[in-house]
Structure formats: structure tokens, C-alpha cells
């Protein structure tokens, strides 16, 4: 049984009041959520006020990205270790708008999870096709690349330590989510992949997230979808009646 896991990626939103009053309504919502791992990503500065909030509940709180090197003459960077002595858990690694505004590659993906692995986060890794990719029937191809050079390099037991996020970009942000056939359909295709390279037992047991414009009134039918193991929430996780809602599908 692979548990799912709810995470919320809040991008660039909410203060560190914002995010505590969050919280207060929040946690109430999902005390009793223990069919899944429930996860919130704030911004890097308000992981100290989500970590305080979170503190006597569940939801564990992730960051949204991370560098590579443990420490050093990188201005503006944050390492996995910092993360991880700040109370994270969980970090997003690889979102598409880190991949098209921020110059993310594979090769960073990889070292960014290899990172978050030693210090023992648990690394959200994300790939998805773009419209155009999705169009010209590139859609194997593109997940099957980001797959391999993000994740692929992994050993077995570091593979078995992630999850990954299935995010068609199309989706992000737009109101236009997969249908469940289609989200289930390239979740199948990244199962496959993972068969290939880790062997039954890891495709048995990774957990797959869909994530573009989950939604209170769709997450049902996507999560009716033996493929889908939870979901990556932007715009709907900021809300806290409407991530509850999520949450307890
Ligand atoms: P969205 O974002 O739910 O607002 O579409 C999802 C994501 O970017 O993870």
C-alpha cells in the first residue's frame, strides 16, 4: 500500500503572519488525516513560522528548492542541511518554473537530490511536458528524459527515499487539469520507467503525485486513480478550507 501524500507548494505567496494564521485554521482541519502524509512548502523565510505552527500536529513542512553544496561563497543559497537543522522534512526539487525561470536541468535536479538525500529530506522531485511537447506527442520522451537524468542516477536505496510529481506545465496555474485517464496514463508511463531502472519492488512502492490545478472538486476523480498516490497543490493549497478539502478527498 503506498501512502499518499498531500503536499501544498505555496510558490511566492504568504507573510509569516499569513502563514501562522494558516495554521491555526488549518491543522484543526486535518488532525484526523491519517490516510495521508500531509505536507505544506512555504518560502525559505517562512519555514521557522510554519515549523512553529506545524509543531504538536503531523503536516510536515518542505522548502520548494535547494542548492547542492552543504556550505560555501553562494550567495542567496540555502543547503540541505540548513533546511534540515531549520525543521524541514520534505523539499521540492526540479518545479517546472525552477526549470523555465531559474535555469534548472537535470544535472542540477540530480545533485540537488543526491544533497537533500544526505541530509535526510525527503526529496519531492518533479518533471512534466509543456503544451507544445504534449502536442507534438513528445510527452514520453520529455518525462522519460527528466526521469532519467534527474532521478535515474540514483542507487536503489536512495530511489527509495523519493516521490515523484507528475506536473504537465499546461496544467500549472491554469484551471486546465489532466483528466484522471491522462494524469494516470503518464503516471503509468513513469512507473514503467521505474521498473525498468529500480526493479519491481520500487515501481510497486513509489509513490507518484499528479500536481496541475488540483482543486477541491477534481482531486476525487484523479485520486480514484490506482496510479495517482496524492497530489502537488499551488494556487488551492493556499487557502486552508480548501487544501482541508484536498486532503480529506
Ligand atoms: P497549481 O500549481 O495547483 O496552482 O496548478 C501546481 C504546482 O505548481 O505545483
Same mark, same amino acid.
Given at each position: 500500500?503506498?501512502k499518499?501524500?498531500?503536499?501544498?507548494n505555496?510558490?511566492?505567496?504568504?507573510?509569516?503572519? #499569513?502563514t501562522?494564521?494558516?495554521?491555526?485554521?488549518f !491543522?484543526?482541519?486535518? %488532525?484526523s @488525516?491519517?490516510h495521508?502524509? /500531509?505536507? +505544506?512548502?512555504?518560502?525559505?523565510?517562512?519555514?521557522p513560522?510554519?515549523v512553529?505552527?506545524a509543531?504538536?500536529?503531523?503536516?510536515?513542512?518542505?522548502?520548494?528548492?535547494v542548492?547542492?553544496?552543504? #556550505?560555501?561563497?553562494?550567495t542567496g543559497e540555502?543547503? !540541505?542541511p540548513?533546511? %534540515?537543522? @531549520?525543521g524541514?522534512?520534505w /523539499?521540492? +526539487?526540479?518545479?517546472?518554473?525552477r526549470?523555465q525561470y531559474?535555469?534548472?536541468?537535470?544535472?542540477?535536479?540530480?545533485?540537488k537530490?543526491?544533497?537533500?538525500l544526505?541530509?535526510?529530506?525527503n526529496p519531492?522531485?518533479?518533471?512534466?511536458?509543456?503544451?507544445?511537447?504534449r502536442?507534438?506527442?513528445?510527452?514520453e520522451?520529455?518525462?522519460?528524459?527528466?526521469?532519467?537524468?534527474?532521478?535515474?542516477?540514483?542507487?536503489p536505496?536512495?530511489f527509495?527515499?523519493?516521490?515523484?510529481?507528475?506536473?504537465?506545465?499546461?496544467?500549472?496555474?491554469?484551471?486546465?487539469?489532466?483528466t484522471?485517464?491522462?494524469?494516470?496514463?503518464?503516471?503509468?508511463?513513469?512507473?514503467?520507467?521505474?521498473?525498468?531502472?529500480?526493479?519491481?519492488?520500487?515501481?510497486?512502492?513509489?509513490?507518484?503525485?499528479?500536481?496541475?490545478?488540483?482543486?477541491?472538486?477534481?482531486?476525487?476523480?484523479?485520486?480514484a486513480q490506482?496510479?495517482?498516490?496524492?497530489?502537488?497543490?499551488?494556487g488551492?493549497?493556499?487557502?486552508?478550507?480548501?487544501?482541508?478539502?484536498i486532503?480529506?478527498?
Amino acid at each position: 500500500m503506498r501512502k499518499p501524500v498531500m503536499a501544498g507548494n505555496w510558490k511566492m505567496y504568504k507573510s509569516a503572519g #499569513e502563514t501562522s494564521s494558516f495554521f491555526e485554521k488549518f !491543522a484543526p482541519l486535518v %488532525a484526523s @488525516a491519517t490516510h495521508a502524509e /500531509v505536507v +505544506i512548502c512555504p518560502t525559505f523565510v517562512n519555514i521557522p513560522a510554519a515549523v512553529e505552527a506545524a509543531r504538536s500536529t503531523a503536516i510536515g513542512i518542505g522548502a520548494q528548492d535547494v542548492f547542492w553544496l552543504k #556550505e560555501g561563497a553562494y550567495t542567496g543559497e540555502v543547503s !540541505a542541511p540548513m533546511l %534540515a537543522s @531549520a525543521g524541514c522534512r520534505w /523539499v521540492i +526539487i526540479g518545479h517546472s518554473e525552477r526549470r523555465q525561470y531559474f535555469g534548472e536541468t537535470e544535472e542540477t535536479v540530480f545533485k540537488k537530490t543526491v544533497a537533500a538525500l544526505e541530509a535526510g529530506l525527503n526529496p519531492i522531485v518533479c518533471v512534466g511536458e509543456r503544451l507544445e511537447e504534449r502536442e507534438s506527442n513528445a510527452t514520453e520522451a520529455v518525462c522519460g528524459a527528466q526521469f532519467a537524468g534527474g532521478v535515474g542516477g540514483l542507487t536503489p536505496a536512495q530511489f527509495a527515499r523519493i516521490v515523484i510529481a507528475y506536473e504537465p506545465v499546461w496544467a500549472i496555474g491554469t484551471g486546465k487539469t489532466a483528466t484522471p485517464e491522462m494524469a494516470a496514463a503518464a503516471h503509468k508511463f513513469l512507473r514503467g520507467e521505474v521498473r525498468r531502472q529500480f526493479g519491481a519492488d520500487s515501481a510497486a512502492s513509489c509513490r507518484i503525485l499528479y500536481g496541475g490545478s488540483v482543486k477541491p472538486d477534481n482531486v476525487k476523480g484523479l485520486m480514484a486513480q490506482p496510479e495517482i498516490d496524492g497530489a502537488l497543490v499551488g494556487g488551492a493549497s493556499l487557502d486552508p478550507t480548501s487544501f482541508a478539502s484536498i486532503v480529506n478527498f
